[in-house]
């Protein structure tokens, strides 16, 4: 986790905007001359000038030393350590910082085309009339189509105050569009909020991204102007952030001024951060976690269980109990690495051990089925996981696949023909595409409405 300046705590866990590696970071002295470092430097210099000399082939310096790099930080064999080259630094900093730059819309692959699923609310894309369900076909020229959503990324984000030249195709239109947008920055939410029955406020948080403080204060300060009467938040498959964040909100949750966390560094000093919040809580208070919240939503979940009294509701969270820190190089790469662990209030070290919940609830089996890449055919005569993933999704939504065995039979071919023509779809019997999103779409709509954890 990384503490605000250069410092977070992210996990392990994988999404399209993060790549992995839990961090929590704090800033201490990193810039000293390690004593015999010189001496040791030889070697490495010497194997440098060997191969820049004798390879057979020119090498890349730049390549040598990056890889060297890496390979360094790789020797530690600490899954939250990793050089990043110009790209994924650049990756990881808008996560932590909770925007990008770019135009400002959600984007999907359908069929080999880049369709927009919406544009972001405010952004340069909505201005400029973007619509759901247009076809970016170019973008400056290049041709989008066949690309997936990575690579279509690449050429629709930039840098602010540059510009996109879009050709769009538009549902019902025989001419395509030109639509000009400025980039600009585009912030990312990171809190949402909602009053549940008997004055029960709810708040999910994602991550712990710049502005997640921020928008925190003003999903409480709404809860509270509609008269909430207690709070339930939502930590579950959030992997971590940055650190001053989950103090600030710590702040404003943890009563009496008693300890959110401590921080321990090898030569045993500790970095005590206590509550700033005054006599007993507002409100109660319970949490919500799974295997997914980790590291800064484990400071959160710790805090409120060990300092708070307050229940934690769900199942055992992801484990991870060390900080982090990045420094930046001249060329925008830069290496994070662990310098610190962090401790709950009561001094608990829950690295790889994860805090155990009050209230252990678990979802409905269905809840943990893997995605499907909607570019995958999934038909009749054939074998796979993805396959078995799919006839689960099926029952889990009413279908009757026949033998949940990963065969795509003629029982599997009839209950997608018929999920199909129930959605409007060409009912051809292959899961592919729209069918797949949707599919996916029809369990994560019965997830929410059998939240046996939020029923807790």
């Given at each position: 986790?990384?503490?605000?300046?250069?410092?977070?705590?992210?996990?392990?866990?994988?999404?399209?905007?993060?790549?992995?590696?839990?961090?929590?970071?704090?800033?201490?002295?990193?810039?000293?001359?390690?004593?015999?470092?010189?001496?040791?430097?030889?070697?490495?210099?010497?194997?440098?000038?060997?191969?820049?000399?004798?390879?057979?082939?020119?090498?890349?310096?730049?390549?040598?030393?990056?890889?060297?790099?890496?390979?360094?930080?790789?020797?530690l064999d600490d899954p939250y350590s990793s050089y990043m080259d110009e790209q994924d630094a650049a990756a990881f900093t808008e996560t932590i910082e909770s925007k990008f730059?770019?135009?400002?819309?959600?984007?999907?692959?359908?069929?080999?085309?880049?369709?927009?699923?919406?544009?972001?609310?405010?952004?340069?894309?909505?201005?400029?009339?973007?619509?759901?369900?247009?076809?970016?076909?170019?973008?400056?020229?290049?041709?989008?189509?066949?690309?997936?959503?990575?690579?279509?990324?690449?050429?629709?984000?930039?840098?602010?105050?540059?510009?996109?030249?879009?050709?769009?195709?538009?549902?019902?239109?025989?001419?395509?569009?030109?639509?000009?947008?400025?980039?600009?920055?585009?912030?990312?939410?990171?809190?949402?909020?909602?009053?549940?029955?008997?004055?029960?406020?709810?708040?999910?948080?994602?991550?712990?991204?710049?502005?997640?403080?921020?928008?925190?204060?003003?999903?409480?300060?709404?809860?509270?102007?509609?008269?909430?009467?207690?709070?339930?938040?939502?930590?579950?498959?959030?992997?971590?952030?940055?650190?001053?964040?989950?103090?600030?909100?710590?702040?404003?949750?943890?009563?009496?001024?008693?300890?959110?966390?401590?921080?321990?560094?090898?030569?045993?000093?500790?970095?005590?951060?206590?509550?700033?919040?005054?006599?007993?809580?507002?409100?109660?208070?319970?949490?919500?976690?799974?295997?997914?919240?980790?590291?800064?939503?484990?400071?959160?979940?710790?805090?409120?269980?060990?300092?708070?009294?307050?229940?934690?509701?769900?199942?055992?969270?992801?484990?991870?109990?060390?900080?982090?820190?990045?420094?930046?190089?001249?060329?925008?790469?830069?290496?994070?690495?662990?310098?610190?662990?962090?401790?709950?209030?009561?001094?608990?070290?829950?690295?790889?051990?994860?805090?155990?919940?009050?209230?252990?609830?678990?979802?409905?089996?269905?809840?943990?089925?893997?995605?499907?890449?909607?570019?995958?055919?999934?038909?009749?005569?054939?074998?796979?996981?993805?396959?078995?993933?799919?006839?689960?999704?099926?029952?889990?939504?009413?279908?009757?696949?026949?033998?949940?065995?990963?065969?795509?039979?003629?029982?599997?071919?009839?209950?997608?023909?018929?999920?199909?023509?129930?959605?409007?779809?060409?009912?051809?019997?292959?899961?592919?595409?729209?069918?797949?999103?949707?599919?996916?779409?029809?369990?994560?709509?019965?997830?929410?409405k059998n939240d046996t954890q939020l029923d807790k």
């Amino acid at each position: 986790m990384l503490i605000r300046g250069r410092y977070l705590a992210l996990s392990l866990v994988v999404t399209v905007a993060l790549s992995s590696g839990v961090t929590a970071f704090v800033m201490k002295n990193t810039n000293n001359t390690v004593a015999g470092a010189p001496a040791d430097f030889t070697k490495l210099n010497q194997v440098y000038q060997a191969l820049q000399q004798n390879y057979y082939q020119d090498v890349d310096s730049k390549k040598l030393v990056n890889g060297a790099i890496d390979g360094m930080v790789k020797a530690l064999d600490d899954p939250y350590s990793s050089y990043m080259d110009e790209q994924d630094a650049a990756a990881f900093t808008e996560t932590i910082e909770s925007k990008f730059e770019g135009i400002g819309a959600e984007i999907s692959e359908e069929d080999g085309n880049i369709v927009v699923v919406s544009p972001i609310k405010g952004s340069p894309a909505e201005e400029a009339g973007i619509k759901p369900n247009d076809k970016i076909l170019s973008v400056n020229g290049t041709l989008l189509s066949g690309m997936n959503v990575s690579e279509a990324v690449k050429y629709i984000r930039g840098e602010k105050g540059s510009k996109a030249e879009l050709v769009v195709r538009r549902a019902g239109e025989t001419t395509d569009r030109h639509i000009t947008i400025v980039r600009d920055e585009i912030p990312l939410e990171t809190v949402s909020s909602e009053m549940l029955e008997d004055g029960m406020g709810k708040i999910a948080i994602t991550r712990f991204s710049a502005s997640t403080a921020e928008e925190f204060e003003k999903a409480l300060s709404g809860l509270q102007s509609q008269g909430m009467k207690g709070l339930i938040l939502d930590l579950r498959q959030n992997p971590g952030g940055l650190l001053d964040q989950a103090v600030e909100i710590g702040n404003k949750l943890i009563p009496d001024n008693k300890l959110i966390l401590q921080v321990q560094y090898r030569d045993g000093t500790k970095e005590v951060y206590r509550s700033k919040h005054e006599g007993a809580s507002d409100f109660p208070i319970v949490a919500l976690v799974d295997g997914g919240s980790a590291s800064a939503a484990e400071i959160m979940a710790g805090a409120l269980k060990e300092s708070g009294d307050f229940p934690l509701v769900g199942e055992k969270t992801f484990g991870k109990g060390t900080v982090q820190t990045v420094k930046d190089f001249t060329d925008k790469s830069n290496v994070k690495y662990t310098i610190a662990k962090w401790l709950t209030p009561d001094g608990n070290w829950i690295h790889k051990k994860g805090i155990e919940p009050d209230y252990k609830v678990e979802l409905p089996s269905y809840a943990s089925l893997p995605y499907i890449d909607p570019a995958q055919e999934l038909k009749p005569d054939t074998f796979s996981n993805e396959i078995k993933s799919a006839e689960e999704m099926l029952v889990a939504i009413g279908y009757n696949p026949g033998a949940v065995d990963g065969f795509f039979d003629e029982k599997t071919e009839i209950a997608v023909r018929a999920f199909q023509r129930m959605e409007g779809f060409e009912a051809n019997g292959v899961i592919t595409g729209k069918t797949t999103e949707k599919l996916m779409d029809r369990v994560s709509d019965k997830i929410k409405k059998n939240d046996t954890q939020l029923d807790k």
